[in-house]
């Protein structure tokens, strides 16, 4: 493959994130791109449109269950753009007139410190929850800046526990403990920038006087070691699991005996889900043949044993999910497991309780045909926060207990477009390889079967993430209002089917992604929904870089594409931010094996001159510091070096996300349809 360039890069110097040139180039790309767009007379009209989604006063607020009555909230919207995070109590909420109790006004903080402070969640100590952590990223990096914070009393805790900005993973002990995994230098992170040490913090020790109870290794893989503490509903310590990851997917787990890390004789690819009524329960990714169990499998341990034998771990079975299930949530009540299931991409609510040595199970009678997510659960009682939606269905929130009974709908998200002659459909296309791959459109009743309607296809296809029916609140009102169709394709990659349609892409078996895509494309336009001319395609990160194979594989397939965050360079992609704790789901440039996969397909390495490319649109932003800039600043390079025409904007904030705030995301969301009326209604 001589025209694949696996070397001598010219753009080397666009991997300093904020180098000077490297900032001078993305700020030149954004004044040549934006006019374009926001010139466009539908600009300003969409992007309006999508401001009053994004800030409606009427959204449905992301509560969470604070201890006893208390819940909590994080809510932005036109005044407060950086957010409030607040709380008030469950009765006033039910009434529909909660009175709510401001916590942390992160806009008065960020002004009051002259920070960009953008919200990255909060970690409080059960069961009052009065004593919290507040992670603030500087521009929406994924790297913090965490500060103790008393809820009760709204203020930040002079000489409290703080950490400065960094990657960090970190849990309550008790009130004067933390367990924290940090880097004290560059020595303490891993090849990709993750933290592999753990401590334990007092209050009062400052991170170097804190001890070590466990170290990894510089060269593991994945986001670092991660700790889990796991309590009983009165809020004491049952079990600390620390979690170390060899790779993307392969994990040690070692349990923290007072000081002391013990390994567990779990599956390299497992993950420790929960814990109720004195059993841990695990979920699998691979089969662990010596115990005769599959991929997928969700089994359970005595607590009591595996303190025993730590070596020596006796599984028994919780729930085998079928050939179209996938288990996608587990969490425990005071007494409940409770489980998020899919079959078939729809979703349901399973209750389990422990009973006669096994568990007994109930469905929840939770809407039908929807995409159910478990928002919530309470550990001094046995209610749950479920979310509702379908992509004509606006968002619904419901309040369960998982003891059964009917549900209460707590609140119902207003209809943001009008779906009353739409429709939301199934299909399945067949891959290269036979394999029967779903995808929805949701459409006019009446959309011709000429090809003359113009359609976005959006998937995804990796870590184990499903692309689940979701309200199609931006879409629909951008797009499907305007006359289009709006696709989404369940590709292997993702975790739609469970662990099994996620190994079938890992690897040496890349491609298998990459032919769903295509057959999914094809099958749009062979049932006449669609043609080359008038199909668009969209997808972010991990889909950023499906996108680019798209453009370079199949490009007259599509009149345009938007590249959002994405990896492209998979040949350096190790090389460049955390790009090497991914090696788990691509491979290893260092592998010769794996190397040649990457390079057939790497989008950066087979861009060519003289191909049938349409103009496509590339976002990223300065502060993502998980899929490096340089990525996407790189494509838009290599184009113009081969004299293709693009678009390009890098946001100069906004992490992985591509947004900091509320308005930036309508921007952002604003730019991209403008450009796809560009390219596919005119």
Not at 530 to 550: D, E, K, Q
């Amino acid at each position: 493959m001589t025209e694949a360039r696996a070397g001598d890069d010219p753009f080397t110097w666009m991997e300093e994130i904020e180098g000077e040139r490297a900032l001078t180039w993305a700020k030149a790309e954004n004044a040549r791109s934006l006019p374009r767009l926001q010139n466009d007379p539908r600009y300003a009209g969409l992007y309006a449109e999508a401001q009053a989604i994004a800030t409606a006063p009427d959204r449905i607020p992301g509560i969470a269950f604070a201890g006893g009555e208390r819940i909590r909230d994080f809510w932005q919207d036109r005044t407060h753009v950086r957010g409030l995070w607040r709380e008030t109590d469950l009765a006033g909420y039910r009434s529909g007139a909660p009175a709510w109790r401001t916590i942390l006004d992160v806009d008065a903080l960020a002004k009051s410190e002259g920070r960009n402070w953008v919200f990255a969640g909060v970690d409080c100590l059960a069961p009052d929850n009065r004593l919290c952590l507040v992670s603030l990223s500087n521009g929406g990096k994924d790297a913090v800046t965490v500060r103790e914070f008393d809820a009760q009393e709204g203020r930040l805790l002079d000489g409290g526990f703080s950490l400065p900005e960094g990657k960090h993973r970190f849990d309550w002990i008790d009130r004067d403990t933390l367990l924290v995994v940090t880097a004290l230098s560059p020595a303490e992170s891993t090849v990709s920038g993750y933290p592999f040490v753990a401590r334990l913090l007092k209050r009062g020790q400052t991170l170097a006087e804190a001890r070590e109870v466990f170290r990894g290794d510089r060269k593991d893989g994945g986001y670092g070691v991660n700790g889990q503490v796991f309590r009983n509903a009165g809020g004491q310590v049952e079990a600390v699991i620390l979690a170390r990851p060899l790779d993307t997917f392969s994990a040690e787990h070692h349990l923290l005996v007072g000081d002391r890390a013990v390994k567990l004789a779990l599956p390299l690819r497992s993950t420790v889900q929960a814990l109720v009524s004195g059993r841990l329960v695990v979920s699998l990714e691979a089969d662990w043949a010596a115990a005769g169990l599959k991929t997928g499998d969700l089994v359970d341990f005595d607590l009591a044993a595996v303190r025993a034998a730590p070596g020596a771990l006796r599984p028994d079975l919780v729930l085998r999910p079928t050939e179209s299930q996938s288990i996608e949530q587990v969490a425990a009540t005071r007494d409940r497991l409770v489980i998020g299931l899919l079959d078939n991409v729809r979703g349901q609510v399973r209750s389990l309780k422990r009973s006669g040595g096994g568990w007994a199970s109930e469905t929840l009678a939770l809407p039908a045909d929807s995409t159910l997510t478990l928002t919530s659960v309470s550990r001094d009682g046995d209610r749950i926060l479920v979310s509702a939606a379908g992509y004509l269905s606006p968002t619904s929130q419901w309040l369960a207990d998982a003891t059964g009974g009917a549900p209460e709908r707590l609140r119902s998200l207003p209809a943001r477009f009008d779906a009353s002659d739409m429709i939301a459909e199934q299909h399945w296309a067949v891959s290269k390889d036979g394999t029967r791959v779903p995808y929805s459109v949701v459409r006019r009743k009446d959309a011709p079967r000429d090809g003359s309607n113009p359609t976005l296809l959006y998937a995804y296809g990796g870590f184990l993430v499903s692309q689940t029916p979701a309200y199609a609140a931006t879409p629909g009102k951008l797009w499907l209002e305007k006359g289009g169709i709006y696709v989404v394709a369940n590709i292997r990659g993702g975790g739609e089917f469970g662990p099994r349609w996620h190994n079938a892409g890992l690897k040496l078996d890349r491609m298998r992604v990459y032919e769903d895509f295509f057959a999914v494309s094809e099958d749009l336009i062979r049932r006449g929904y669609t043609s080359p001319r008038r199909l668009g395609i969209m997808g972010g990160s991990n889909g950023g870089l499906l996108m680019g194979v798209a453009l370079t594989q199949r490009p007259e397939l599509y009149n345009a594409v938007v590249i959002q965050v994405p990896l492209f360079d998979m040949i350096r992609y190790t090389q460049i931010g955390a790009g090497a704790s991914w090696v788990g789901e691509y491979g290893d440039p260092a592998v010769p094996a794996e190397r040649e996969m990457l390079l057939s397909y790497s989008p950066y390495q087979n861009l060519k001159a003289g191909r049938p490319y349409p103009t496509v649109f590339i976002e990223t932003s300065t502060k993502d510091d998980r899929v490096h800039p340089a990525h996407a600043r790189k494509a838009a390079a290599r184009l113009r070096e081969l004299g293709y025409d693009f678009l390009y904007y890098e946001n100069i904030d906004g992490g992985h996300a591509a947004a900091a705030n509320l308005n930036e995301r309508a921007l952002r969301q604003a730019l991209e349809y403008t450009y796809l009326m560009q390219r596919l209604m005119d």
